[in-house]
Structure formats: C-alpha cells, structure tokens
Nanobody, 126 residues
Framework: QVQLVESGGGLVQAGGSLRLSCAASGRTFSSYAMGWFRQAPGKEREFVAA???????YYADSVKGRFTISRDNAKNTVYLQMNSLKPEDTAVYYC????????????????????WGQGTQVTVSS
C-alpha cells in the first residue's frame, strides 16, 4: 500500500478557488490510479474525481467544469484544482489510490481503492 497525505484545504468564500495536494510515498506512484472523494457532514462519502495511470480524467457531474484533477509522477503527487467553489462543496476531501485495474467504472467506486489519506477540510462560506 501507498501512504497518502493531503494538504491545501481551508476556508474560502463562494466563488473562490483552492488547490488540494496529495503526496504519496513509495516509488510506484505512476502505477496507481488516483481519486478524490469527499464527505459532507451527515452524508456518505462520494466520488469527486479520478485520474488513471495514463492521465485520463473522470469527474462527478456536480464538479465537472469547475474542478480539475492532475498528477505529477515525478513528484508523487496528485492535485485537485477547485474553482468556482460553492457552499455545497464543503466537506472533508480524501485522496485515494487504486493499485489494480478493474474497469473504468472502478474509478468511481470507493471500495476499489486500496489506500486512503486522512482527509483535509474544505469549507466554503456563502
């Protein structure tokens, strides 16, 4: 398993931007698909975005056009650029790594991810 550490969360006004980072340990980062999930208070954790080993990207409909996921394999880091933030984006954001390839649908599936970070809080004020 890979160790993941998120950073970059914070408090921002609606319409603002934040960039989350997720640093991974180990020398096999490029072999993992990476995902971002979030959990709002009182709600289940939900898929936000994923990036495959070949850098194909996938997004939840709620963030499409506003969020961008990217990866830098040289830095063992995955990013989530969040623009035009809304109060409903308020949540704890988690980074996750998927070691095996199942299918494209697996990128959207929480249970297919092997390793998880501790989460970083994002709060968007109205």
């Amino acid at each position: 398993q890979v160790q993941l550490v998120e950073s970059g969360g914070g408090l921002v006004q609606a319409g603002g931007s934040l960039r989350l980072s997720c640093a991974a340990s180990g020398r096999t980062f490029s072999s993992y698909a990476m995902g971002w999930f979030r959990q709002a208070p009182g709600k289940e954790r939900e898929f936000v975005a994923a990036i495959s080993r070949s850098a194909s990207t996938y997004y939840a409909d709620s963030v499409k056009g506003r969020f961008t996921i990217s990866r830098d394999n040289a830095k063992n880091t995955v990013y989530l650029q969040m623009n035009s933030l809304k109060p409903e984006d308020t949540a704890v954001y988690y980074c996750a790594a998927q070691s095996a390839f199942y299918s494209v649908s697996s990128y959207y599936t929480e249970s297919r991810y092997d390793s998880w970070g501790q989460g970083t809080q994002v709060t968007v004020s109205s």
